[in-house]
């Protein structure tokens, strides 16, 4: 076999490790020299050049350009790269926008396209005036103000945070035809910066009845949680700060609640009350909205954990190829439970697998991008991830999820949430005229 | 991941704030603030009851108070609107989240009043007296027959309530609690 391999990629095969095309990963590894190889193998472009077009000066090499601006924001040309809006016009519901996973890269989410969910509407805070106050079964009840709390050791850590119906348009019982911001965008993942909540807890002192700490919102529904005194004492922080500036005013400025690997509801925005209590308060949001119906009528309660989940956001649904040749598949992986172990991708529906590339560094509880070289040969195909975490859990195949989560008798609109928690494999198809569309496999 | 190592560490320092000591150096910048300079914003009610404020209120109070602030959205006598039924008797069939009714999903009415009281009405919230608050969710749990057309609903009415749906949930993670 060693002959069968390319020399100029060193060793590094680009045979196939899996049906339809898919190549080593560890050919990506070699990177320049796979290129080389590729196009030495003549399944890159035409090394001819000849009829090529004399290059020539462009207007912007020929003008001075414009003035630098005092906050900067991308190029007018990347006007496509924004986040997709449920209430425009701000009617008397709530509010939600969609992060464009297809149209970026890498595993942090830029500040404006972070996903948002809003119950009423996105508060006008004026930071001096907001408080934060600590009080119920502690010893000492406490206020703080943002000044203050900016005086208190931090952490930074990255952190997915992804809403608990995210996904949920795969509860259809056929696939909606949806690009993956529509279907999977209600999750983004950033940095944040804070005081763990535990610090301050140091202070106000615990009274050993306090089981769960409820925490409130200084937004117009007051939104609030109940949250486990477990969590609170593991890896909860009151966020100041999303990747390096103020939180966005629509995720919760000036501060928010920030429970890594918890659904979204529970990072509690806007954050003004926690109140140590010796029951959860079945509040709203843990009663009705993030208690999923079971098929046998039942439903769960507390779920919070989101599970192990990936997805390949290029090719995605809406995005096409451009004739045969060589692609990279490229998706993002998370788990609630920590790091991600390994992600698997097929090409051909889940027939066969091959192991990606992960992108380091590989943190817990964070977007981990995946990538797996793949020789589209013109022909149909099914793009499938499958993730694992270092928990051991596996995230299920669809037929698997149904079988235990069931799915809806017909489509709801895509901007419902029919039910919640949804985290299995995705599976874009292929065309033999190169549209991908979302298929169930 | 919540290791044995992490679960020892937590308990230790569960174990050294109950006892009170400030063991690690922190920047003390917490002002101290009385439970009653916090009343205002202590809206959270209890399931077993706890928090729920002095006051009281009946069916026949609530059902102007509904038609005046309530029913633009909810629909007359709370049968739906542009926002959802609070008055149903539909039964739950399949897994959609769009059958949840008061009646059939909600495990306590303390949800009721603690939710009418923190978010409603939705342009003006917490701006009902806490009468109103109770004569609201004492007209919603009648419609419902979920008390009687009689009943008064106080802090120690409310959460004996019996909800049909209370015993039907299932924990879904109890070693996260």
């Known amino acids: ?441 | 991941m919540f290791t044995p190592k992490r679960a020892a560490f937590a308990a230790s320092l569960l174990l050294a704030m109950i006892a009170g000591a400030s063991s690690a150096e922190t920047p003390n910048f917490g002002k101290p603030i009385d439970e009653a300079a916090i009343a205002n914003w202590d809206i959270s009610i209890l399931p077993d009851g706890t928090g729920l404020p002095k006051g009281s209120g009946t069916p026949a109070q609530g059902a102007p108070i509904y038609a005046e602030k309530c029913s633009a959205c909810h629909g007359d006598n709370g049968k739906g609107g542009i926002a959802n039924a609070l008055v149903s008797d539909r039964k739950i069939d399949g897994i959609s989240a769009s059958q949840k009714s008061i009646k059939n999903f909600i495990g306590d009415a303390t949800t009721v009043f603690d939710f009418i009281r923190r978010a409603m009405p939705f342009q003006a919230p917490h701006s009902l007296t806490d009468d109103e608050v109770y004569a609201l969710t004492a007209y919603i749990l009648a419609e419902n027959r979920l008390i009687g057309g009689n009943d008064v609903m106080d802090a120690q009415t409310l959460p004996k309530v019996k909800m049909p749906n209370r015993d039907n949930f299932i924990i879904r993670f109890p070693d996260r609690i």
């Open chain 1, 1 to 441: 076999m060693a002959n069968s391999r390319d020399r100029n990629t060193g060793g590094r095969s680009l045979e196939p490790v899996a049906g339809n095309g898919l190549i080593d990963r560890r050919a990506l590894l070699g990177r320049g020299m796979v290129l080389a190889g590729a196009v030495g193998a003549g399944i890159g472009p035409s090394s001819a050049a000849a009829g090529a077009e004399p290059l020539a000066d462009d207007p912007w090499s020929l003008e001075i350009g414009e003035p630098t601006p005092l906050y900067q924001v991308p190029s007018k040309f990347e006007a496509k790269v924004v986040r997709t809006l449920s209430n425009p016009n701000n009617e008397p519901r709530n509010s939600h926008s969609r992060t464009p996973h297809h149209l970026l890269e890498g595993t942090t989410t830029p500040n404006g396209l972070h996903f948002t969910i809003n119950h009423g509407g996105v508060p006008n805070i004026d930071p001096d005036q907001h408080r934060l106050v600590i009080h119920g079964l502690v010893k000492r009840p406490l206020e703080f103000t943002l000044e203050t709390l900016s005086r208190y050791p931090m952490i930074s850590r990255m952190a997915f945070v992804e809403c608990g119906g995210n996904s949920a348009p795969m509860f259809s019982p056929e696939p909606m035809q949806e690009n993956v911001q529509a279907i999977h965008g209600l999750i983004s993942c950033a940095e944040w910066t804070g005081v763990k909540l535990s610090t301050l807890l140091e202070e106000t002192g615990i009274d050993p009845k306090a089981k769960w700490f409820i925490a409130e919102g200084a937004d117009s529904p007051h939104l609030s949680r109940s949250v486990p005194m477990k969590k609170a004492l593991d890896d909860a922080m009151i966020a100041l700060y999303q990747n390096g500036e103020r939180i966005m005013p629509g995720n919760g400025y000036p501060m928010r609640l920030l429970l890594p690997g918890y659904e979204g509801n529970m990072n509690v925005k806007f954050l003004r009350r926690i109140k140590l209590v010796d029951q959860p308060a079945m509040s709203f949001y843990e009663a009705r909205t993030y208690s999923p119906i079971l098929p046998n009528g039942k439903a769960y309660r507390f779920y919070f954990l989101q599970e192990v989940k990936s997805f390949i956001t290029s090719p995605s649904h809406g995005l096409s190829l451009k004739g045969p040749g060589l692609y990279e598949i490229s998706g993002i992986a998370y788990s609630g439970t920590g790091r991600i172990e390994k992600v698997m991708v097929s090409a051909d529906g889940g027939q066969s697998w091959a192991q990606a590339a992960l992108q380091e560094p590989v943190l817990s509880k964070a977007f981990t991008r995946f990538r797996m070289p793949w020789r589209w040969n013109g022909g149909p195909a099914t793009l499938q991830s499958r993730a694992w975490d270092e928990g051991g859990n596996v995230q299920p195949t669809r037929a698997e999820f149904v079988a235990a989560r069931g799915e809806l008798a017909k489509p709801a609109p895509v901007l419902a949430f029919p039910n919640q928690h949804y985290n299995s494999i995705t599976s874009w198809g292929v065309g033999s005229n190169g549209e991908v569309k979302h298929v169930y496999a």
